[in-house]
């Protein structure tokens, strides 16, 4: 069973910097293609970014594009999110999410990821 655990969450203000980590309680992360969602309230889950298990592909939504950057440390087991140019916008729960490897999971299709973890709050606020 992999248990997936979020931090770095936080308030920061708009134009800085935040970095996310999810990591394992249980299980191997480096097995999975591992991305972030996004769900502000009274919206619907977004998707942010994936990556695949080997670190070789990556994918953005479009409003995060040129702005995160996904990463993992295999060695670490943790994947990290760096969040730049932050935005009022960005305001949400951030969960991470493990799936196997395939076309569903790299192009951050929601339901092809099994595991979920309980998510990190991250509040851009002046």
């Known amino acids: 069973q992999v248990q997936l655990v979020e931090s770095g969450g936080g308030l920061v203000q708009p134009g800085g910097s935040l970095r996310l980590s999810c990591t394992t309680s249980?299980?191997?992360?480096?097995?999975?293609?591992v991305a972030w969602f996004r769900q502000a309230p009274g919206k619907e889950r977004e998707a942010v970014s994936c990556?695949?298990?080997?670190?070789?592909?990556?994918n953005y939504g479009d409003s995060v594009k040129g702005r995160f950057t996904i990463s993992r440390d295999r060695a670490k087991n943790t994947v990290y999110l760096q969040m730049d140019s932050l935005k009022a916008e960005d305001t949400a729960i951030y969960y991470c999410?493990?799936?196997?490897?395939?076309?569903?999971?790299?192009?951050?299709?929601?339901?092809?990821?099994?595991?979920w973890g309980q998510g990190t709050q991250v509040t851009v606020s002046s």
């Open positions: 249980g299980g191997l992360l480096n097995w999975y293609t």
């Open positions: 990556i695949s298990s080997g670190g070789g592909s990556t």
């Open positions: 999410a493990a799936g196997f490897d395939g076309p569903g999971t790299i192009n951050l299709q929601s339901t092809e990821f099994g595991f």
